[in-house]
């Protein structure tokens, strides 16, 4: 049997029996794919491919395109002043915390930017299985502050590394500087016309749609923005992002139903697809390796203990009962730390045991956090819904 018919296979068994598995073992689904991923791979059920990679690389950005869904840019601009210096101070004692555990432990100096990195990607799969809870809403807030924080300092850490301190490096974080200014004055920009040709919602997206149009506008805006972020030679995830905050922020009043719609789409097949290639990108047999799982639990470790640590400026808001699911919910940037390990792994700033350190911990984290959000929300009742 050919190889790519071979992955064709064994991906729709996983897509299709791992909700059934995560019933039945009472994990989180995303846990089981990454599981199942793994253990394909072992088995040579799942093999090294270019398409598969590129389908897992589109729905990690399809992914990133759910979480910007997650985030109204008009709640955000009017957030109180009060949770905005609570969100930079979070991720300064994060950073904060990193430096100093790097320092003392006399380990690269890589781990300042790795420990503190987060991504609000799988905040997107939290919603999808405990609803629109009030401490997801506010890990949402929070975390968009610091994965736009983790962004830029990936971008800064991907520059050095990949030209050095020299002309290319300036000149990518300008164009990155540049292209956060140009999107403010585009939400300007586009803010005033609706504002004054409110038709133009309707226009873009008719109430009777037969024809998919507003599945059609949020993929054309989707692809566009990568495209931009291509061009510009930044971190394509970001524009991924951008764009589903895009989409909520100006459409998610005219058109209810299309965040639900865009959500069923990018679960049903093209996000597990993104998790089976995570679980299919780690070698079982390392885990032998000496000290490997050590290292990977302690890294993993490190990065959930910082964020509890941080996350009690939050009590008042979430109390001493619910505050630790802040933290909790921001202790897995799977894809952002495996993308920073990639770097590092590739210009020579780690060795390949800290790379498979990396990744091992980076599914460890999944894995223990889903596992422990699954518990503890056991305990924080009656669930908070946010009014309709």
Do not use: C
């Not at 897509?15 to 019933?23: A, D, E, G, N």
């Not at 996000?271 to 390796?289: M, N, Q, R």
């Not at 640590?309 to 109390?319: K, R």
């Amino acid at each position: 049997m050919g190889e790519e018919i071979l992955i064709i296979i064994s991906i729709s068994l996983i897509i299709f029996t791992s909700p059934l598995i995560s019933k039945v073992v009472k994990l989180p689904t995303i846990t089981v794919e990454i599981i199942l991923g793994a253990l394909a791979a072992y088995f040579a059920f799942i093999v090294e491919h270019s398409i598969l990679e590129l389908v897992a690389q589109l729905g990690f950005l399809y992914l990133m395109f759910l979480a910007g869904l997650e985030v109204d840019l008009k709640k955000i601009i009017n957030i109180s002043g009060n949770l905005l210096r609570k969100s930079i101070f979070y991720n300064v004692i994060l950073f904060s915390l990193a430096a100093i555990g790097t320092i003392y432990l006399e380990i690269g100096y890589i781990f300042i930017v790795i420990l503190p990195l987060i991504s609000i990607g799988l905040l997107a799969a939290l919603k999808k299985e405990y609803g629109d809870v009030e401490w997801i809403r506010l890990a949402i807030t929070v975390g968009l502050i610091g994965e736009i924080i983790s962004i830029f300092a990936l971008t800064t850490v991907t520059a050095a590394l990949e030209f050095g301190i020299n002309f290319d490096f300036y000149r990518t974080m300008t164009l990155f500087v540049l292209f956060l200014i140009f999107m403010v004055v585009i939400y300007k920009f586009f803010h005033n016309l609706i504002w004054w040709y409110p038709e133009i919602k309707a226009a873009l997206m008719p109430e009777n749609d037969h024809q998919e149009q507003d599945i059609r506008l949020s993929m054309s805006i989707f692809f566009l923005m990568i495209a931009v972020m291509m061009l510009l030679n930044l971190k394509v995830a970001f524009g991924a992002f951008i764009a589903g905050t895009f989409i909520t922020t100006f459409f998610e009043e005219h058109n209810k139903q299309l965040p639900h719609k865009l959500e069923h789409f990018g679960f049903g097949w093209l996000v597990p697809i993104f998790f089976i290639y995570v679980g299919s990108s780690f070698e079982l047999e390392s885990l032998f390796e000496d000290g490997l799982v050590e290292k990977a639990f302690l890294i993993a470790l490190s990065m959930i203990a910082i964020r509890f640590i941080a996350s009690m400026l939050f009590v008042n808001e979430m109390g001493w009962n619910r505050f630790y699911m802040i933290g909790l919910s921001h202790s897995m940037p799977i894809t952002l730390l495996i993308a920073v390990a990639t770097i590092a792994y590739n210009n020579h700033s780690i060795t390949q045991f800290y790379y498979y350190a990396f990744i091992l911990a980076a599914i460890m984290e999944v894995l223990i956090v889903m596992v422990a959000i699954r518990i503890l929300s056991n305990f924080i009742k009656p669930p908070e819904k946010v009014a309709k």
